[in-house]
């Protein structure tokens, strides 16, 4: 049908969208609104001995000035990670103290330490730039893998040796045997370059407490505003949950960066409390680059061994996770349950062993972005694969044939169980689409202009519909990860989804509702989906992880499964039919194979007046549903670089990018396909372009895109997107998820074109142009010297 | 932004006056640089003195054989003004470069000039093709004016007024970008002037803008890209950032000039 399942209808969100009509947390205006600007630390490491406020507190427009002792003696809590990861030694993560506003000691340069409430936004700004603080500075330390050097500055207490937990998965000795034992072993050093989330929307915070009520209404900038309100209450003490409303509305992208409740949300609640006035914060660039979580940012040791034939024996990993200053609200499980259990990636290996060792830096936190956990697994094992390739004179798409996993289900050493797949046929597909088989004419063609051509391989895999409560549960989650939907007909029979999910740039609202018009055979003018608002949807999860189809709609499916049991139990007793011989379709419960039917609008009416109603039968037709998956989904690809490298200057031109993706059922392809250009644009961008760089005492030197290059238009190709499916056969339509594939597949395989065309595998992201010329002097002296 | 006061005097008589009237304030034309160091409270002059509408700075004119520009022209209008194309087309490509059509339509020859930003492109134009910083007071010869990053030879009260250039026999400019910031990290301006070639360098240099004397001896002896290649470009001198060192700067230098003789 034209507007269901499969079916490329344009998005109903984008009319209030591309006209301005946005209502973002920026637009939000409460009556007598005051502005928050947080004072913050310019240092990396110090202590605080001192402020003072009084100059700014005698500025015009200042409402007050509020500090962390006076945060800590009303009681907020301080902010927690919710997974608990423990160590091999059995014992639990170093969880180090975060005050929302630091009190004797900050951590990363734009730590805040103090916020001014005033009349206006450039009132508090004035003001926060004349709070004096008195800093008493220490010693920095920046990067990952000095973190943990005896003699390196301690971030947290609690902490010795900056170390967070040192925490492993895999049967060590078997996997070192199988290694030792085998005929070629690759080895490779690789670091997963620290990425900023720069999201379109900056954060943005309007906070109300109503002194009447005892109540509190937040409108932020989440991707998961009922955990927001769970985690507020619960743990920072603001208020109780049914005194706290928390609302996201339309927000403008999130990339993982807005799942987190910073100090930023939890003090304008507070100030907002104490000045009786409403809250608002938003940030700019610069704040976002000061403070946004950071994703990436892993050393790791990675060791490989192949058998005579090229099958792998055995997959070492030692990594180096920086997690930050502070622990963020998943951190600890990104490096680890989200990372090491995709280290078996698409290939039958037997044996797996990963030791991640998380610590503390004086940098911002890191927490998940977009793929979180899984493009640095994936960027590790498809650079093993091409490398171990090359090493062993043998075709990259070959070797990786000959170690697919074809049976499934699959069970890896690494926890993972895949569900289903065709890795296969994904390279199948992606060879023809990329015309590799052409690939050496274009070579020839360009070495004749003087260029390099490469071809790189990225057969990715990973793990999305995050996931089952009782397993995730049983790895330290702190939360349950269910989706809840509830489906309201209303008397005239329109629908009303309301969702946990909530869309920050994927649709919902569309696809969503191309679900329901599927399944009733109704237009999708007729379904509204609602969803980001606590005082409208019970709870929710919230949507990263690729997890809105997968949880997400399988609770709506769930749901509607009720309703349709509901509707055909009025339609039979109303048509005197038997249950069994009625089917819904074009909007209508119809007998089969008559003409006596009853239109959709009839039953509701049927159910709300419940004039002939069954026996027994409650008025209504309102089913709502919890969905908890019973595993993961997996969605997995194949990926084809072919890039072209001037050695005179190392620019690299991305002119080819294939991308075969197996998302199980898609809903809305074009929407699909816009998730795999940006995904795919993002994974360019860590490939060629993004690094967050601090110097060594801790400055953010990345600090503006003057510095921080995000890929344009003009830095990436038009792709070629195919799909070949294997549904997923855990959920009820089958879906997979598309979110996160193209940032998590795409670096190795511009990766691999460079290091192909370049002729060494010594290369690391970002692959600026700076850095491929080195890498070319390195290997080749006379090639660069042009 | 700090509070600021903003003026528009209606001539550059005006402006000179209000400048040395108010000793913290600021010319503003195209605002490109100012405006977003204001916003970031890296700047706070007490007054703005916009020159950008003042009669007479904007368009560029032919005067006994030479280029005059306005100060106040924009980088767009430059790069499609027929006289810039037909006298010195190499001007109007360096001009359609500059950073995106947003920036192009609103900074100005002048302001470039008077800024002097390491990274910028018109700076190398001018010591290429030995052009004329025209003031309120006085001409002063490109080769007098470059003194340094963001320092020029230009006085406290001093308006640029126009940019005067002799059109070259040929001419060229090649720019490798920041990927960031799409300044130049490293860009050539190439001319072959009545006083003999000149090559000057941006986006390089730690002291700013420099003419290269190994590229102009060579390209004088042969104005070819080979000629180009037997030139030692040393790294002394030059910036390192995380972008580029100072070793791959020079490398880009060679790449650069090679290409804009290739162009010219």
Known sequence: MSEGIGARVKRKEDKRFITGKGRYTDDIRMENQAYAAFVRSPHAHARVTGIDRSAAEGMEGVIAVLTGPELVADKIGNLICGWAVSSKDGSGMKMGPWSALATDKVRYAGDAVAVVIAETPAAARLAAEAVAVDYAELPAVVHADRALDPGAPQVHDVAPGNLIYDWEIGNEAATDAAIAGAHHVTRMEITNNRLSPNPMEPRSAVATFDEAEDHYTLYTTSQNPHVARLVLSAFYNVAPEHKLRVIAPDVGGGFGSKIYIYPEEIVCLWASMKTKRSVKWTADRSEAFLTDAHGRDHVSTATMGFDTSGRITGFKVETIANLGAYMSLFSSCVPTYLYATLLSGQYDIANIHCNVKAVYTNTVPVDAYRGAGRPEACYLIERMMETAAREMGMNPADLRRKNFITAFPHQTPVIMAYDAGDFGGNLDKALKAADVAGFAARKAEAARRGKLRGLGYSCYIEACGIAPSAAVGSLGAGVGLWESAEVRVNPVGTIEVLTGSHSHGQGHETTFAQVVADRFGLPIGNVQIVHGDTDKVQFGMGTYGSRSGAVGISAIVKALDKVEAKVKKIAAHVLEAAEADLVIEGGAVKVAGTDRQMAWHEVGLAAYTAHNLPAGMEPGLKEGAFYDPVNFTFPAGAYIAEVEVDPATGVTEVVRFTAADDFGTIINPMIVEGQVHGGVAQGIGQALLEEVVYSDDGQLVTGSFMDYAMPRADDVPFYTIEHNTTVCPNNPLGLKGCGEAGAIGAPPAVINAITDAIGTNDLAMPATPQRVWRAIRAARPAMAAE | ?264
């Open chain 2, 1 to 264: 932004m700090y509070a600021t006061t903003y003026h528009r005097p209606a001539s550059v008589a005006d402006a000179a006056k209000l400048l040395s009237g108010h000793a913290e304030a600021k010319v503003l034309a195209g605002g490109q640089t100012l405006l977003p160091t204001m916003k970031q409270h890296l700047a706070a002059p007490s007054d703005l003195i916009d020159i950008r509408r003042i009669p007479g700075l904007q368009g560029v004119s032919v005067a006994n054989g030479a280029l005059v520009i306005g100060a106040a022209t924009a980088h767009a209008d430059v790069a499609r003004n027929a006289e810039v194309l037909r006298h010195a087309p190499a001007l109007a490509c360096l001009a359609a470069g500059i950073g995106d059509p947003a920036v192009r339509h609103m900074g100005t020859i002048g302001g470039s000039v008077a800024n002097n930003d390491p990274a910028a492109d018109y700076p190398s134009a001018v010591l290429a093709l030995n052009a004329t910083v025209v003031t309120n007071r006085r001409e002063i010869a490109a080769d007098d004016y470059f003194k340094g990053m963001f320092t020029t030879a230009l006085g406290a009260d001093e308006i640029i007024t126009a940019i005067r250039v002799t059109p070259p026999k040929r001419a060229a400019y090649a720019k490798f970008a920041n990927p960031a910031s799409r300044y130049a990290l490293v860009g050539v301006f190439v001319a072959e002037t009545a006083s003999g070639v000149r090559v000057a360098v941006t986006g390089a240099g730690s002291d700013g803008v420099f003419r290269h004397k190994g590229l102009e001896a060579a390209l004088a002896a042969s104005f070819t890209p080979e000629a180009v290649d037997k030139v030692k470009i040393s790294a002394d001198g030059l910036l390192s950032d995380i972008h580029a060192g100072a070793d791959y700067r020079a490398h880009l230098i060679g790449v650069m000039a090679r290409r804009a003789v290739a162009a010219a």
